[in-house]
């Protein structure tokens, strides 16, 4: 997920508990900070899609 913040783009590893509901902030579970680095919270989505972290 991405946000404008300051005027850079951030991004933040969540997922959306409830997909029949809308997307809004408390239908959201977020992992981890905001990171400017897309790649590395790319990587930290895949690893918490294959169960590798807590």
Do not use: F
Not at 1 to 29: C, F, W
């Amino acid at each position: 997920m991405s946000q404008v913040i300051n005027d850079r783009k951030m991004y933040i590893a969540g997922r959306q508990l409830d997909p029949t509901q809308p997307l809004h902030g408390g239908n959201v579970e977020y992992y981890g900070m905001y990171s400017d680095n897309h790649d590395a919270v790319e990587q930290r989505v895949a690893e918490l899609n294959a169960g590798g972290c807590a």
